[in-house]
């Protein structure tokens, strides 16, 4: 009997053909595709797979703090719905209402041990065990993809994604790194004519971006050619958890940032003078941008 395949092998056999690298995220960073997303799909979803019509407004508010306006925004769909709960627990208004929150347990514990947090682990798992909560779970995620598939469409990548792109052809290797199901991300690139430019589109099935980066990049590349572009301080830690650079596109500010990359970043880090003090300056003003405390704590 043959073993069974590895996804990762995609990464580790992600060919070199040129002397930089770079990793560019989906959503949020090439495509405007976060805000729709999550309020369209994954929230509503949460709040009918979980019955909190009781509590919505909470609840939205708490998602779309983790999710979007925070500093865990991209964070993988599973630990965001475990941080959610957990800060909806906590408010005053629901605690007042004796609105008792789903605990979560099996995800949480799955969460633990499981290091490819995707749909195909889930299923894999609630197959092996039969965890209720697990099960759920799996319904609420599958329901998320089915309502992006249906809602999320024709969305452009942000202007200067696609020139960049082009300029990149022939002196870098260029990878999606990202934590959406890799179908997602084939259809919007694809729809978008923009798949050809990329080596591989690497979603939630093939592990998290740190692993994305170190499978594909490190090793292959000098430390200083490998560049992420992230929306969300998880690609910036995906980046320099492997020692390689970051360029941030600023929530709220995506067009311009991506202008600046085209006109500004991209050059400096062809020509080797992107690290230091113009990348720091790029980060600070980055982190400035997300806070780890929700609206509602500092009023």
């Known amino acids: 009997m043959s073993a069974p395949s590895d996804p990762q092998q995609a990464l580790r056999d992600f060919p070199r053909r040129h002397d930089f690298f770079i990793g560019i995220d989906s959503d949020g960073c090439a495509f405007d595709t976060m805000e729709v997303k999550h309020k369209e799909c994954f929230i509503p979803n949460i709040i009918d797979a979980y019955d909190l019509a009781a509590i919505s407004k909470y609840v939205r508010e708490a998602a779309e703090f983790v999710n979007l306006y925070s500093h865990w925004r991209g964070i993988n769909r599973f630990p965001a719905l475990t941080m959610a709960f957990d800060l909806v627990m906590n408010r005053p208004e629901v605690v007042a209402r004796r609105f008792k929150m789903p605990a979560l347990e099996g995800v949480r514990a799955w969460i633990q041990r499981e290091t490819k947090l995707s749909n195909p682990t889930l299923k894999a798992e609630v197959a092996k065990t039969n965890d209720a909560d697990l099960t759920l779970a799996l319904k609420w995620s599958e329901a998320v993809n089915k309502t992006v598939t249906q809602i999320v469409h024709d969305v452009p990548p942000f202007p200067y994604v696609r020139e960049s792109l082009e300029c990149l052809q022939d002196k870098a290797d260029v990878m999606v790194v990202s934590a959406t199901p890799g179908e997602a991300l084939e259809r919007e690139w694809e729809e978008n004519g923009i798949k050809p430019y990329v080596g591989l589109i690497a979603g939630q099935e093939l592990g998290s971006k740190k692993e994305h980066l170190a499978l594909a990049a490190v090793g292959k590349y000098d430390l200083n050619k490998i560049l992420m572009i992230g929306d969300a301080p998880g690609d910036m830690k995906a980046a320099f958890d492997n020692n ?46 997300l806070p780890t405390t929700p609206p509602w704590k500092t009023v």
Do not use: C, H
């Open 244 to 289: 390689v650079l970051f360029y941030p596109i600023d929530p709220v500010y995506e067009d311009q940032s991506w202008q600046r990359f085209f006109e500004e970043a991209l050059p400096k880090f062809l020509n080797g003078d992107y690290a230091g003090a113009y990348m720091d300056a790029q980060v600070a003003r980055f982190q400035t941008l």
